[in-house]
């Protein structure tokens, strides 16, 4: 496809509108980075240094062992995992042997992971030591056959792993021999490092990614190999400076999530770079690895961010070292930005899109123009449209708002065993992401809401993410999220959630006030309720869903 849209001319030198993307999987690009920079640092965890060609050698012990264990091609295997390096060596041994990676939130109940792993049809699960409790009644109640456990100490190192069952005994289960249950090093010990065909093919499935289920039941996108190198061949060419440089990312972003999926995984491999792993994101933790292992990457939700402000170590830090700052998953707080750029100089490239195309499509052009409010413009090979909310057939003109399509090579193949949701969902080889959003004159693109988060009140259509970042604003204000509940004179009324900054005082009277000096009066929530925190998925993005049914507990009196 050739075109020329928009936001091309807000494309730096050097970056294509189009290019020709290398029909190179994940797995093929692996052993082809190893092969080239072997003794360059792959992946960092907790101090612990692997080379490419141990990752290289480690993928091709566990593809064994997956093999030895009666994984064959298009098998779905589960992974259960935080960022440890065992998930990427699972991960990659999985697309080696054509099996399929079925990606799960550790952190989710049974209740939804018995919901994910029955619909993936996965067989084989990879999980913790510690979750092994739940995997085996997790495996009396789906088709998985087989578990394989792993340490957090396993690739710890020396004198931490030896040390780590005693000092952290709260992290560390000592599993028993049981039928269907492994140990991931004992298969690692007993698996050569030989080299294994890879079977992965371009248009063969590679993933299965869980929506976040923030508007229903959590639906797997079926992302193809194409899918996934795609994605990160479009993201590297953003950054036409670095081709052949060595960086740092920091891996805040969990793999299981399509963010993590593609950067803190796949990107670092397909380049040659590093990936300092952080399987707990806490802001202390971060905030120690920036000073140790100095990354040149820091991506991160607006959550975590404003978390890292609140932190004197990390607001006192040379930060000189890092290149690029990365936002996703929810809108920016213009006052997040201010502080970051005032303390380190920082310009976050804000970045957009979804499960569904292997969540990127935009971003802030990269030693660009910034304009904050929006999510950049589309990435290389990438086209977004906007067409009417209710119809979906009407193109609108420029600066009208309606939903947002994506058209690119990381739009999924559609949902598993879900033909009814794919049909609604591509249309013509069009993702309608259900988000609603517009273009400026050049190119950036702004999102105004989700097409189901929109409140209509007194016949008033309001989207309550616009009024989210007018809370924003206020000072003493840490986190805000607006819902529509019923009301019955205007049908919807607007009512605000707020979390206070620690150590402020506020009251409902003072937050009205400062609404009514910027916005129009049926904007103004007409009723709020202060809260210690709000629900966030794993990544730190803000649950709307989980806040609309706190706020039906409590109006029910059942909370």
Known sequence: MSFQRLWHKSYIAGVPAEFEVEKVTMAEALRRTAKKYPDRIAVIYMGKRFTYRELENLVNRFTHALVGLGVREKDKVAMLLPNIPQLVIADHAAYRAGAVTSMNNPLYTERELAHQLNDSDATVLATLDLLLPR????????????????????????????????????????????????????????????PVEIKAEWDSLAALIYTGGT??????????????????????????????????????????????????????????????????????????????????????????????????????????????YFGGAAPLPEETLNQLKKLHGAIIHDVYGATENTAFATCTPWHGRVKIGTVGIPLPNTDVKIVDAETGK???????????????????????????????????????????????????????????????????????????????????????????VPDEYRGETLKAYIVVKPGEKLTKEEVISFCKDKLTAYKVPKDLEFIDELPKSAIGKILRREVREIDRKRREGTA
């Open 215 to 324: 508007t229903g039941v959590s639906k797997g996108a079926m992302l193809s190999h194409a899918n996934v190198s795609s994605v990160v061949q479009l993201f590297s060419n953003w950054f036409p400076d670095l081709k052949g440089t060595y960086e740092n990312l920091l891996g805040i972003y969990p793999i299981f999530h399509s963010a993590g999926y593609s950067v803190s995984q796949n990107l670092p491999i397909w380049n040659g770079w590093c990936c300092t792993l952080v399987p707990k994101p806490e802001p202390g933790v971060i905030t120690d690895m920036l000073g140790k292992f100095k990354p040149t990457f820091l991506p991160g939700v607006p959550t975590i961010y404003t978390a890292l402000l609140r932190n004197e170590k990390f607001r006192k830090m040379d930060l000189s070292f890092v290149k690029g």
């Open 135 to 194: 995997a085996l009644k997790l495996k009396e109640a789906t088709k998985i056959q087989t578990i394989i456990t792993c340490h957090i100490s396993d690739y710890l190192p020396f004198p931490i792993k030896q040390l780590f069952p005693y000092i952290k005994k709260g992290m560390y289960r000592k599993v028993e021999p049981q039928a269907g249950v492994y140990e991931f090093m004992d298969l690692m010990k007993e698996s050569p490092d030989s």
């Open 394 to 484: 009407k193109e609108l003109p420029l600066g009208e708002a309606g939903e947002i399509c994506i058209k690119g090579p990381q739009v999924m193949k559609g949902y598993y065993k879900k033909p009814d949701e794919t049909e609604q969902t591509i249309r013509d080889g069009w993702f309608y992401t259900g988000d609603i959003g517009f273009f400026d004159p050049d190119g950036y693109l702004t999102i105004s809401d989700r097409k189901k988060d929109m409140i209509v009140a007194s016949g008033f259509n309001i989207f309550p993410k616009e009024i989210d970042e007018i809370l924003y604003g206020h000072p003493k204000i840490l986190e805000a999220c607006c819902i529509g």
